[in-house]
């Protein structure tokens, strides 16, 4: 794999675990210096994926490059330039922002319960909208301005399948990532002058330790070594789609959405 990467900068929230862990894998493999960061030091412990953000940094590490790792809450203002400021001093300025935290997780630190439109309580969608639209437009504020100073970044926002189509259970979370993919769209618009790239990536249902322990899967989407695409997907393959919206193989490529669902949502747009 070459070091397409190399000489980059890249900060991928969400990342002490799960999906974010995978890309911001992915990114260093290619030689970027990566900041992982999760809501607190001890986040990758949740699903027994690591014991904290040191273990994750020092996983990441054995590629070559500079890791460094940051906690807090991409919902709070003042969290985010706390967190700017120390990847800033540890890395230098950001060129790759991969906004990967967020979730359906409610006020409780669980899903909501009701989780459909009409019944989910008030506290939960205040959860889900600071966890997943507030975090994401935050980071972009903080990092994307010296990006637009330099000439140069690229932004991978992280959206869902769910905000493709209409469903039932986990309404307000896929109408809060449709916010998000269409919001990508609007910064696009916004910095395309500037030689800056807005793209997002919307992931299908992906085998993280989280969906495994916070669902009933689907024993038979479980193998991925099946022909069929009807299946769960790999986190490795998310994180191919942000690589390459990452690198210099999308350089004429901003204000798209990447479905990575294996066909789920096979319509134009």
């Known amino acids: 794999m070459t070091k397409e990467l190399a000489g980059k900068i890249a900060f991928v929230t969400g990342s002490g675990r799960g999906l974010g862990r995978v890309m ?11 900041a992982i960061h999760d809501l607190t030091w001890t986040g990758p412990a949740k699903y027994g ?11 990441l590490g054995r590629h070559g490059g500079r890791v460094a790792a940051v906690s ?24 790759i922002l991969v906004n990967c935290a967020g ?22 969608i205040r959860a889900l909208t600071e966890n997943n639209l507030y975090g994401t437009i935050l980071v972009c504020q903080a990092f994307v301005p010296p990006m637009v100073k330099a000439g140069s970044g690229s932004v991978i926002n992280i959206g ?26 609007c910064l696009a618009a916004s910095v395309r002058t500037e030689g800056v790239r807005i793209n997002a990536v919307s ?19 479980m193998d991925s070594s099946i022909k069929s695409l ?36 096979l319509f134009p747009g």
Do not use: C, W
């Not at 911001?24 to 990566?34: C, F, I, K, Q, T």
């Not at 249902?205 to 989280?210: D, E, I, P, S």
């Not at 322990?213 to 024993?219: E, I, K, L, S, Y």
């Open 103 to 124: 979730g359906d997780i409610g006020a409780a630190g669980g899903k909501p319960d009701p989780n459909d439109a009409l019944g989910i309580p008030l506290e939960d």
């Open 230 to 265: 009807i299946r769960y997907g790999e986190p490795d393959e998310m994180a191919d789609a942000v690589a390459f919206l990452a690198g210099p193989r999308s350089k004429y490529i901003s204000g798209q959405v990447l479905r990575v669902d294996g066909g789920e949502t």
């Open 24 to 34: 911001a894998d992915r990114l260093a493999e290619l030689g970027a210096d990566v």
């Open 49 to 59: 994926e690591a014991a904290d953000l040191d273990a994750v940094a020092k996983v």
């Open 72 to 95: 807090g809450n991409i919902g709070d203002k003042a969290a985010v330039a706390k967190m700017k400021e120390e990847i800033e001093a540890k890395l230098g300025r950001v060129d």
């Open 160 to 185: 869902s399948a769910a905000a493709q189509f209409g469903v039932t259970n986990g309404v307000i979370y896929a109408a809060l990532k449709a916010a998000v993919i269409h919001y990508t769209r």
């Open 203 to 221: 992931p299908g249902a992906t085998k993280t330790a989280r969906f495994e322990a916070t669902r009933v899967v689907d024993p038979k989407k």
